[in-house]
C-alpha cells in the first residue's frame, strides 16, 4: 500500500515538475500582456490628451472693448416680409469669450464621438457630414472630458457660436462685406474666379471638395482660418428667417420649439464667391448632414486657473 502511494505521489511530482515551466511560461505572457495592454492604453490616453490640449491652445481670446475689438456689432436686419425695408441694429457686445481658430478637425471629432463620419478623409481636414444634434452632443462631451482631465474650469464650457458670436468674429472688426474688403475679384477674373478671395477661401473658384487641411490659407483680422468658405458652420441658434430678430446681445439665442432646422453661416467649397460673405446664412435640417457643413466651437465662462 505505502509503495503505491510513494509511486503515485512520485507520478504526480514529476508531473508538476513538468508543467511548472509552462506555467511560469503562462505566467508571464500574461503579465506581458498586461503590461503592454496598459502601456498601450497609457500611450492612447497620453495622445489623447495631447490632442485637447492642441485644440485648447488654438483658440483665439475676443475681449470686446479693448483695443482691435470693437465694442458692439452692426447688423443690417432682416425682415420677415421682403417688401419690409431693411434696417441697422446695433448689437452691444460686452463679454469675452474664446473662439477656435479652425473648424474641427477630424482626429479631435472622432476622439470625442468615437466615429469619423467625414466623406474627405484627413487627420488636420475639418469634420463634416454630422447633424446639427451631433456638433452640439461634441461640445457637450468635449466639456465634460476637459474638466475630468482638468484642462478647462469647472465654470466652462465648449458650445457652439451664437449668430451673433458667429458675425462678430467673422468681420473681425470690419464693416465690409468680406473680413478682408468688398471686392473678391480682380479686373481679369471671369465666371466663379475671385482672386482676392482665393487668398482666403476655399470656393467653387478654387477647390475641387474638401481636402486641404484647416488654416492653409490667410485667416482673417481676428486670426480665424476658414471662416470664408471650406465649410459652412453651425450656429448654436435654430433658424429664423427674420435676423437678428428679437436678439438684443451677443450670446441672446433664437429658440422656436418646433424648429426642424439650424443655421448656417459663412458658405463653403461648394459654393461660389457671393455667398462667402461675412453676412451669408441659410437654414439646415437638423438631422441632417453635408460634406459642406462643420462647425467650429467657442469656449465660455470664467477659468479656474
Known sequence: MWKAKAATFHREDEMTRSI?????????IAIFLTSRSQALGDDRDSKQRALFETFLSEFVSIRPGEEGFPDSLKVESLPPDDVQETRTVIIPFTKPFQISKYEVYQDLYEAVMGENPSRWKGPRNSAERMSHGDAM????????????EELIGETQVVRLPTEMEWLYCARGGTETAYSFGDNPRLESDSG?????????????????GNDPAVGVL???????????????????????????????????LFRSSNSTEATIRG??????YPLLKVTSR???PKTSGDDAVGFRCVLVGASAK
Open 20 to 28: 511548472r515551466p509552462l506555467i511560469l511560461t503562462g505566467v508571464l
Open 137 to 148: 452632443e461634441f461640445c457637450s462631451r468635449l466639456t465634460t472630458i476637459l474638466r475630468e
Open 192 to 208: 466663379v474666379q475671385a482672386s482676392r478671395l482665393d487668398d482666403y477661401a476655399w470656393h467653387t473658384g478654387n477647390a475641387a
Open 218 to 252: 490667410k485667416p482673417n483680422p481676428f486670426g480665424l482660418y476658414d471662416i470664408h468658405g471650406y465649410l459652412w458652420e453651425y450656429c448654436f441658434d435654430d433658424w429664423s428667417k427674420e435676423f437678428p430678430g428679437g436678439r438684443t446681445a451677443q450670446d441672446d
Open 267 to 272: 458658405g463653403s467649397w461648394k459654393d461660389p
Open 282 to 284: 441659410k437654414p439646415f
